[in-house]
């Protein structure tokens, strides 16, 4: 048995998609689709499975599902039921003993805007349609998708699932210590499911220990689903490669082309993982005596190997970060990467690099690109540029964009558009109407998913057009305070706070605290804290073609040691920053357009090797000189609240001395010698 993923296009945003993946192309081609069922037919397989992203997004569905069936597969679709008509009507065109959809819903269903789309699609299936829920956390009203059931004729079959971690990613996940909380939830959900006739079915990660006894009894069957449930099933991506699975993609990924059968892949994945099969998702499951009787085999592999890395308790560390692969096919420029530090050697394969990032865009071919996302497996969230097209000035100069066009249409990785208009050219109303016009044809046409912007009028503008978009607080928003972050909540999904919070983990943490979303931190600015000159300089880059001079050279020139100020910490002090940031973002449209440097760069903070502070790509206002960076100098900078009118150490750093005691204390003094 095989997945075929067809495409990695999604119309939702679900906080637990496990299917969170770059593959080398977002469609599968046609030719790669038949090859695909070859190989299957070859496996004798029965079923073409279909899955996404959502699966019937992909241009050819309609063509693919109906050779499929016309080839004697019985057609399976794993849907969200946001499906375009002419994929409806080619499922529903089927006969119903050829066809199955499996629609995974939102829960509450009831509460999802999407639910007269989803009642299209539950219609006009009926009987082709069974609905499935994923279990993301306690006291979900699963009640709700019987109602589905009963009102459109559907399949009387639920499918359960458990939302688990994925490796290498922060998706949202079910946490091991509310499983039992859970399996009373489905306990009551059965009662009433056999009241109505509708069955349960259990897919992969339960466990038996999470369930109260009465649960056999109520559901058929059971003993034979929960806790046997873990693949490999392997899902065939549309650069046909092969992964054991979605919660696994960021660990390990394999061409499908040395295979002859499925049977192969299972057989390699298997071997894989042999060894991790001994772990469980608990500290218990070693003696535990389900395992003991071959009843249980200690559920998620993911969570299992998370659980082994002592995250069980946290869900703010709620992935491990992948083993980069030591032989890896690299971008189209190779580098190679700063020779890290006896510290930061292993930073790879500790949790705390399992952030991902925010990268920004500079003018490459899309093999870049391609290459990019192969290099960092399930470590990119999103790509971002200043908005396409020239016609809306956003708060950044012209860049070059002979490539963005490919970029936008491949599709490989996520895109964010930056939208910081310093001053409009229109009457509020009128320009915040051309942003979010622009905005929402990009979306159309690219699919681009997330924009990031420094108006709180224009954003809730934005949400109420464009609701399923992600929305970034720019940092030029200048949020350094908690009542600021508040009322960002609800309509921010991320936050950047303001540069010089960088400096103050003390009030960097109560912004985390009063922010409901993620806090993204921009880690190699050279923007000094409170410049006085920001604003013009904002100004003059919005409205001038070429990036302005640096305005703040004359002060910098005069004072050089304001640059030690700046909102930038290095990536062998990440550490400091671990315990409060959700994401991570680099600067660099313009110092890291070359792409040997841009890869330095981005493999030093990914991987957490050393690099000096000239090296950072951090702009006219960072450090442009060599000059060593203890950790104790870059642990006394995160906490000195730029209190720099009663404390010489920068000055002291830059000149070349060490502080006196009247200056520093002992620690600070001994960070500045070492």
């Given at each position: 048995?095989?997945?075929?993923?067809l495409?990695?296009a999604c119309?939702?945003?679900?906080?637990?998609?496990?299917a969170?993946?770059?593959?080398?192309?977002?469609?599968m081609r046609?030719a790669?689709?038949?090859?695909?069922l070859?190989?299957?037919?070859?496996?004798?397989t029965?079923?073409?499975?279909?899955?996404?992203?959502?699966p019937?997004?992909?241009?050819?569905f309609?063509?693919?599902?109906?050779?499929?069936?016309?080839?004697?597969?019985?057609?399976r679709v794993?849907?969200?039921?946001?499906?375009?008509?002419?994929?409806?009507?080619?499922?529903?065109?089927?006969?119903?003993?050829?066809?199955?959809?499996?629609v995974?819903?939102?829960c509450?269903a009831q509460?999802?805007?999407?639910a007269?789309?989803?009642?299209r699609?539950l219609?006009?299936?009926?009987p082709?349609?069974?609905?499935?829920?994923?279990?993301?956390?306690?006291a979900?009203?699963?009640?709700a998708?019987?109602?589905?059931?009963d009102?459109?004729?559907?399949s009387?079959?639920?499918?359960?699932?458990?939302?688990?971690?994925?490796?290498?990613?922060?998706?949202a996940?079910?946490a091991?210590?509310?499983?039992?909380?859970?399996?009373?939830?489905?306990?009551?959900?059965?009662?009433l499911?056999?009241?109505r006739?509708v069955?349960l079915?259990f897919?992969?990660?339960?466990v038996?220990?999470m369930?109260?006894p009465e649960?056999?009894?109520?559901?058929?069957?059971?003993?034979?689903?929960?806790g046997?449930?873990?693949?490999?099933i392997?899902?065939?991506l549309?650069?046909?490669?092969a992964i054991?699975c979605?919660?696994?993609?960021?660990?390990?990924?394999?061409?499908?082309?040395?295979a002859?059968?499925?049977?192969e892949i299972t057989a390699?994945?298997?071997?894989?993982f042999?060894?991790?099969r001994?772990m469980?998702?608990?500290?218990?499951?070693?003696?535990?005596?389900?395992?003991?009787?071959?009843?249980c085999?200690?559920?998620?592999?993911?969570?299992?190997?998370?659980?082994?890395?002592?995250l069980?308790?946290?869900p703010?560390l709620a992935?491990?970060?992948p083993?980069?692969?030591?032989?890896?096919?690299?971008?189209?420029?190779?580098?190679?990467a700063?020779?890290?530090?006896?510290?930061s050697?292993?930073?790879?394969?500790?949790?705390?690099?399992?952030r991902?990032?925010?990268?920004?865009?500079?003018?490459?071919?899309?093999?870049?690109?391609?290459q990019?996302?192969?290099?960092?497996?399930?470590?990119?969230?999103?790509?971002?540029?200043p908005?396409?097209?020239g016609?809306?000035?956003?708060?950044?100069?012209?860049?070059p964009h002979r490539?963005?066009?490919?970029?936008?249409?491949?599709?490989v990785?996520?895109?964010?558009?930056?939208?910081?208009?310093?001053v409009?050219?229109?009457?509020?109303d009128?320009g915040?109407?051309?942003?979010?016009?622009?905005?929402?044809?990009l979306a159309?046409?690219?699919?681009?998913?997330?924009a990031?912007?420094s108006?709180?009028?224009?954003?809730?503008?934005i949400?109420?057009r464009l609701?399923?978009?992600?929305l970034?607080?720019?940092t030029?928003?200048?949020?350094r305070e908690?009542?600021?972050?508040?009322l960002?909540?609800?309509v921010?999904?991320?936050?950047?706070?303001?540069p010089?919070l960088?400096?103050n983990?003390?009030?960097?943490?109560?912004?985390r605290?009063?922010f409901?979303?993620?806090?993204?931190?921009?880690v190699?600015?050279g923007?000094?804290?409170?410049?006085?000159?920001?604003?013009?300089h904002?100004?003059?880059m919005?409205y001038h073609?070429?990036?302005?001079?640096?305005l703040c050279?004359?002060?910098?020139?005069?004072d050089p040691?304001?640059?030690?100020?700046?909102?930038?910490?290095?990536?062998?002090?990440?550490?400091l920053?671990?315990?409060l940031a959700?994401?991570?973002?680099?600067?660099g449209?313009v110092?890291?357009?070359?792409p040997?440097v841009?890869?330095?760069?981005c493999?030093?903070?990914?991987?957490?090797?050393?690099?000096?502070p000239d090296?950072?790509?951090?702009g006219?206002?960072?450090?442009?000189?060599?000059?060593?960076l203890s950790?104790?100098?870059?642990?006394?900078?995160s906490?000195?609240g730029l209190?720099?009118?009663d404390?010489s150490?920068?000055?002291?750093?830059?000149?070349g001395?060490?502080?006196s005691?009247?200056?520093?204390?002992?620690?600070a003094?001994?960070s500045?010698?070492?």
């Amino acid at each position: 048995m095989a997945n075929i993923s067809l495409t990695t296009a999604c119309n939702r945003s679900c906080a637990y998609c496990f299917a969170r993946i770059s593959p080398a192309r977002r469609d599968m081609r046609a030719a790669d689709f038949r090859r695909v069922l070859d190989l299957l037919r070859r496996s004798g397989t029965a079923e073409a499975r279909f899955v996404g992203g959502e699966p019937t997004l992909h241009p050819e569905f309609p063509s693919f599902a109906a050779e499929a069936a016309g080839q004697g597969f019985f057609v399976r679709v794993f849907s969200n039921g946001l499906m375009p008509e002419a994929a409806l009507a080619v499922l529903a065109s089927l006969p119903a003993d050829r066809c199955g959809v499996l629609v995974n819903v939102p829960c509450p269903a009831q509460a999802d805007a999407t639910a007269p789309w989803l009642a299209r699609t539950l219609q006009a299936l009926g009987p082709r349609a069974g609905v499935g829920v994923n279990i993301y956390r306690p006291a979900l009203p699963l009640g709700a998708v019987l109602e589905l059931v009963d009102r459109h004729g559907l399949s009387r079959h639920v499918r359960l699932g458990l939302a688990q971690p994925c490796l290498g990613s922060d998706n949202a996940f079910l946490a091991p210590r509310h499983y039992a909380a859970v399996g009373r939830d489905i306990v009551e959900l059965a009662r009433l499911a056999r009241t109505r006739g509708v069955r349960l079915s259990f897919d992969c990660g339960f466990v038996p220990c999470m369930f109260p006894p009465e649960l056999w009894d109520l559901v058929e069957g059971a003993e034979k689903e929960v806790g046997m449930q873990c693949g490999p099933i392997p899902d065939i991506l549309p650069d046909l490669s092969a992964i054991h699975c979605y919660a696994l993609a960021g660990w390990e990924q394999r061409p499908i082309s040395g295979a002859d059968t499925i049977g192969e892949i299972t057989a390699a994945y298997r071997d894989r993982f042999a060894s991790a099969r001994s772990m469980g998702v608990f500290r218990a499951c070693g003696a535990c005596p389900w395992r003991k009787q071959d009843r249980c085999n200690g559920g998620c592999l993911a969570a299992a190997l998370r659980h082994c890395r002592g995250l069980e308790e946290d869900p703010a560390l709620a992935t491990a970060p992948p083993r980069r692969p030591a032989a890896q096919a690299g971008p189209a420029v190779r580098v190679k990467a700063a020779a890290p530090t006896d510290s930061s050697a292993d930073r790879h394969d500790d949790p705390s690099s399992a952030r991902q990032w925010v990268l920004p865009y500079i003018d490459q071919p899309a093999e870049f690109w391609m290459q990019l996302a192969q290099r960092y497996p399930g470590r990119i969230a999103e790509v971002y540029l200043p908005m396409p097209g020239g016609r809306v000035p956003t708060g950044r100069p012209e860049q070059p964009h002979r490539h963005v066009e490919a970029f936008l249409r491949q599709g490989v990785l996520r895109v964010s558009v930056l939208i910081n208009p310093i001053v409009l050219p229109a009457p509020a109303d009128q320009g915040y109407g051309r942003l979010v016009d622009r905005l929402s044809e990009l979306a159309d046409t690219y699919g681009v998913a997330s924009a990031t912007v420094s108006d709180l009028r224009l954003a809730e503008r934005i949400r109420a057009r464009l609701p399923r978009l992600q929305l970034t607080a720019s940092t030029l928003m200048n949020v350094r305070e908690p009542q600021q972050a508040l009322l960002l909540n609800g309509v921010f999904d991320a936050l950047v706070p303001g540069p010089g919070l960088i400096r103050n983990l003390g009030q960097l943490r109560q912004i985390r605290q009063a922010f409901s979303g993620r806090l993204r931190l921009l880690v190699n600015e050279g923007c000094l804290p409170g410049c006085l000159l920001r604003c013009q300089h904002f100004f003059e880059m919005a409205y001038h073609r070429q990036a302005p001079d640096s305005l703040c050279a004359p002060l910098l020139s005069r004072d050089p040691w304001l640059r030690l100020t700046g909102a930038w910490v290095l990536p062998q002090h990440l550490d400091l920053l671990d315990p409060l940031a959700d994401e991570y973002k680099l600067a660099g449209r313009v110092t890291l357009r070359d792409p040997t440097v841009y890869l330095r760069v981005c493999d030093a903070y990914l991987y957490r090797t050393a690099l000096w502070p000239d090296e950072i790509g951090g702009g006219p206002a960072s450090v442009l000189e060599r000059l060593p960076l203890s950790q104790g100098l870059a642990r006394h900078l995160s906490n000195c609240g730029l209190q720099c009118h009663d404390c010489s150490i920068c000055r002291r750093a830059i000149a070349g001395a060490s502080p006196s005691r009247a200056d520093a204390s002992p620690a600070a003094t001994e960070s500045v010698r070492g």
